[in-house]
């Protein structure tokens, strides 16, 4: 056979071997086919049955709504279980069938490509007619068909199922509701029986001890066994108070208990409300304070019985009957120790649980809060959704209206219905409020507080404000009050109340901020500017556009409309807010160019400057989060920011108050004492400062309380354990970033005291002293003292041992025999100076070259200035070790002498009595020493004589009295005729 032949051969068996293969097994494929109806018969009774499941589910969770209350003989911890493994099965079940549709549409789609193929291969066939393949695309279309019905009963089975497991769920939860009605009102009912059982055992106690007590009082202390049985009666009457504090912590373990479990029983829920969340923190927070003050307590009685058995076992009493009570007290003591210790116990073990609910329930709270805050609100996404809110928000002023309608026919109702004493309250009620309407009415105007007041403290400015806005706002004050007053009186409904109540305070609040910006921008008390009137229009808008959205925001907190139109109110809000921002960024470089020529202080202007980027900052970040959706995160910043608001202005109003007063203070210190510039700077001021910086530490610490953060909030417990991590060690001792900045706060405190210290010590502890350098002297001890001591407190507030510092003042030796030597004799020199006292300031001094006035005796040198107004710094190792002339050491008059000289033409015994003539009738010249004049020489221009006389530096200047007497001696020579020849010419 040729290998053409072979190969058109196997093309042809090829090609018949499919049709082949379909046509053997017919019986087969037929018997697939009813296999799969038999399979589908079994589906549907399936289905029927589930259905009959359904419908009886559904009848068992309908009778047991019905029920009013479950008994404990119908619902049971079994029934309970029993519900639950039907849930779960029904979970599986979903799974399942889940899985079995994935698998039928697998095949579905399966077979529907494979028919689909056959139709392409009868297609390609050209009308040649194939009796295999038209019978396997009749099978295949027959068992798709059949698929399509299994996938029907599937859908089928799916939609029942989930109705079964949501039937199961409600059944269940329902189920375990009641039965958990039933548990609590068994331990309830256990509760009271134990609680009425205890108050009878204590009722018994108390008396038993009543009757020992009585008992007590009759023994006789003159009896030899007096002592022995007054000490067992006190033995037993301290049982039968122990026993009664051990029947009372008992039943707080069982009270406390019981509330843990109901506490625990709601953290399950994960549906639970913010606030809810919250009130469960803090009952839980409140039982574990309780139950470990209760464990604290019972941990010292049970010591204290532990030492009294001690002392009890150390007593050797003599006589039988003596040591048998002595055993019995021991004996009752014993039980009393194993009794507190069974019920510390179960105290401890109640703690324990409070503590983990308790740390639960915070975790709990902490992710709600997170959740809440992350959850983003979507807009409506159909067209009809938004057709549905503007015909809400057209519908408004007709809501508005039915609401107004409404309350005032409750007000007319509750007019009708009041009673004749109700009239009467409610006439005295709105009398006392048009009297006091009255006296508002009777306050200054605008125009006349500006014109009395220019130069007003800070308190009288902000009260004249506070009474001008209600002037002018005082008819609004009467209605709303009236109002407001009225259906208080009448018992109004309080949600028609309330919701008024908010209308009047967003009115009020709109008009108090108009009224505040007039004053602050167009008030006479202020600058008038265009600028000013520019941010005025632009706050108008802002305020009254507040005002209408804050009352959507109203309406839709407390439901008159839709959340979904709350929501959108909400975002309006926003991006109001946003816009705001722009306005803002616009008008602030006007208000800190304002600022800068107005604050006196540029750190202020800085921190001001600083603050108002911040708050643009973070009011952009909550608008835009606001827009975008995330609405409770961007409330939840703006109300951080408007608490920081409020509380810096709280902050500024009492800064303002406390500086008033603080110059009052200076008034009265002036006024009503000699020494007031003392008071003013030594005391009034440094108490001033004090005052502020707690005022700083206060309104810190309000921001912390407002903010959650407290020892157990998230960021403290992240700063403790930062500021608490060891940075190093130094020997044992480990020091951390809390220790460090302690150690620093307490150093500059130190520093920043010392020179007040010295100045107080000065002025008020030295005063009665008259020696000026004395007190200096002492003054520079005090201050030095003060140093020392407060530098060793902060070094123990480090955690330094001082007795370690034998290597470090080692060190410091040799450092000062090496390179500190010249800062160690200065300071050695200091204290010598202090010491010696050769010099005091306001001495007049001549040292190493340089004369001037003590200015200042430092621990390193001395402050001396000369008569050019220069201060020079002169080390005091250089006053004590060279020569120091002190002109006012031992009074403050100072010696000058200058030469004068006349002609040889004129008389010198003339010119002698003119010249001292002269220098004794200047009243600047001291009479004692008497001034002097004598020949000094015969010189080559003239004769010259001496001048000396002596001045009181302290009541006159010494060049300026030589100047005086120069002048004067010039005038009387030229008067006598006699001349002062020109100075002699070296050649």
């Known amino acids: 056979m040729s290998k053409a032949r072979l190969c058109s051969l196997c093309c042809l068996l090829f090609l018949l071997l499919p049709c082949v293969l379909s046509a ?37 969770l309908q009778k047991l709504r019905d029920q009013d209350d479950a008994s404990p003989t119908t619902i049971n911890a079994a029934m309970v279980e029993e519900a639950r493994v039907e849930k779960e099965g029904a979970e599986i079940e979903l799974q399942s069938i889940g899985l079995d549709t994935l698998a039928s549409q697998n095949h579905q789609n399966d077979l529907t490509a494979a028919v689909e193929q056959l139709h392409r291969k009868i297609k390609e066939m050209r009308g040649s007619k194939s009796p295999a393949v038209e019978q396997q695309l009749a099978e295949k279309q027959s068992l798709l068909e059949l698929e399509s019905v299994q996938q029907n009963l599937l859908d089928q089975r799916t939609q029942l199922i989930k109705e079964k497991l949501q039937l199961a769920k409600d059944y269940w939860s329902l189920l375990s509701e009641r039965y958990e009605i039933v548990q609590s009102s068994q331990r309830e009912e256990a509760l009271a029986d134990l609680e009425k059982h205890l108050k009878q055992e204590t009722d018994r106690l108390q008396s038993l001890s009543a009757q020992l007590n009585e008992r007590l009082s009759e023994i006789e202390s003159n009896r030899p066994e007096a002592e022995v049985d007054k000490s067992l009666l006190q033995t037993q009457i301290k049982e039968a108070e122990e026993s009664s504090y051990l029947l009372k912590m008992q039943l707080q373990a069982e009270k406390s208990a019981y509330t843990l479990k109901q506490l625990d029983t709601a953290l399950r829920d994960k549906e639970l409300e913010t606030a809810r969340l919250a009130a469960i923190v803090a009952e839980a927070d409140q039982i574990h304070e309780e139950l470990q003050a209760a464990v604290g307590l019972t941990q010292s009685k049970a010591a204290i019985l532990q030492q009294t058995l001690e002392v009890k076992q150390k007593r050797q009493p003599t006589g039988a009957a003596a040591q048998q009570k002595l055993r019995r007290e021991q004996q009752i003591i014993a039980n009393l120790i194993d009794q507190f210790g069974r019920q510390l116990g179960a105290l401890q073990r109640v703690t324990e649980q409070a503590g983990k609910v308790s740390e639960a329930a915070h975790q709990a709270h902490l992710e709600n809060v997170k959740k809440g805050l992350t959850a983003r609100h979507q807009l409506p996404s159909e067209l009809f959704e938004w057709k549905a809110l503007a015909q809400e928000i057209l519908s408004m002023p007709q809501t508005l209206a039915e609401g107004v309608l409404r309350a005032a026919g409750q007000y007319w109702g509750a007019f009708v219905q009041a009673s004749p004493s109700l009239w009467a309250e409610l006439l005295g009620l709105e009398a006392l409020w048009l009297l006091l309407w009255r006296q508002m009415a009777r306050l200054p105007p605008l125009q006349a507080i500006a014109q009395s007041r220019r130069s007003a403290s800070f308190s009288e400015t902000a009260v004249d404000v506070a009474l001008a806005l209600l002037r002018d706002n005082r008819w609004g004050l009467l209605f709303c009050g009236l109002i407001l007053l009225a259906g208080w009186a009448v018992e109004v409904e309080f949600r028609t109340l309330l919701l008024l109540g908010l209308i009047c305070a967003l009115w009020f609040g709109a008009r108090l901020s108009l009224g505040l910006a007039r004053w602050v921008l167009l008030s006479p008390l202020v600058a ?44 309006a809000f926003m991006l109001f807010i946003a816009c705001s ?39 952009l970040g909550a608008s835009v989060l606001g827009v975008a959706g995330y609405l409770n995160l961007a409330w939840a910043m703006a109300a951080h920011l408007a608490w920081v608001l409020l509380v810096v202005m709280g902050w500024y109003m009492v800064r303002g108050v406390l500086h008033d007063l603080i110059k009052l203070l200076k008034n009265q210190a002036f006024q009503h004492s000699a020494q007031g510039a003392l008071w003013a700077q030594d005391i009034i001021d440094p108490l001033h400062q004090l005052a502020r910086l707690l005022l700083a530490v206060a309104a810190a610490a309000v921001l912390f309380r407002i903010f959650g953060w407290d020892t157990e909030s998230p960021i403290v417990l992240a700063i403790a354990q930062a500021l608490t991590y060891p940075l190093f060690n130094i020997g044992d001792q480990s020091f951390d970033a809390t220790r460090l900045l302690l150690t620093a706060l307490f150093v500059a405190v130190l520093l920043s005291s010392t020179r007040w210290v010295r100045k107080f010590s000065f002025r008020w502890l030295y005063a009665r002293i008259a020696d000026i350098g004395l007190r200096n002297s002492l003054a520079a001890f ?49 204290i010598i100076l202090l010491i010696e006292r050769p010099l005091r300031t306001k001495d007049i001094v001549t040292v190493a070259g340089v004369e001037g006035e003590v200015k200042y005796l430092g621990v390193r040198a001395v402050t001396v200035k000369t008569g050019d107004n220069q201060e020079v710094i002169i080390p005091n190792a250089d006053i004590v070790g060279h020569p120091l002339i002190n002109w006012t050491r031992s009074d403050r008059v100072l010696r000058t002498t200058f030469a004068v000289a006349v002609s040889y033409h004129d008389d010198p015994h003339r010119a002698r009595d003119i010249i001292h003539a002269t220098v004794d009738q200047h009243p600047a010249v001291l009479k004692t020493p008497a001034a002097t004049v004598w020949l000094n020489e015969f010189a080559a221009n003239g004769i010259s004589f001496q001048v000396q006389y002596f001045v009181n530096i302290e009541e006159n200047g010494r060049a300026e009295v030589k100047s005086q007497l120069l002048l004067a001696i010039w005038d009387a020579l030229n008067a006598a005729g006699m001349t002062i020849p020109a100075p002699a010419i070296k050649n």
């Open 24 to 60: 053997a097994p017919p019986a087969a494929k037929a018997d697939l086919v009813e296999s799969r109806r038999h399979d589908l018969e079994e589906q549907q009774s399936v289905v029927a049955r589930l259905q009959a499941e359904v419908d009886k589910k559904r009848g068992d």
């Open 528 to 571: 008038r500017a265009d600028w000013k009137q520019h941010i005025y229009r632009i706050a108008v808008w802002f305020v009254v556009l507040s005002a209408l959205l804050a009352l959507f925001l109203v309406l839709g907190q407390m439901d008159i409309i839709t959340g979904e139109l709350g929501a959108l109110a909400e975002r």
């Open 581 to 619: 921002f722009l306005a803002a960024l616009r008008i602030r470089p006007r208000v800190l160019v304002w600022l800068e020529q107005h604050m006196a202080s540029r750190r202020w202007f800085k921190i001001t400057r600083l603050a108002g980027f911040l708050f643009l900052a973070f009011m």
């Open 782 to 830: 005090t201050q030095y003292a003060y140093f020392l001591i407060g530098l060793l407190i902060a070094l123990k507030t480090l955690g330094l041992d001082l007795t370690s510092l034998a290597i470090f003042t080692g060190a410091v030796g040799v450092g000062i025999g090496l390179g500190l030597q010249s800062i160690a004799n200065n300071f050695i020199s200091g």
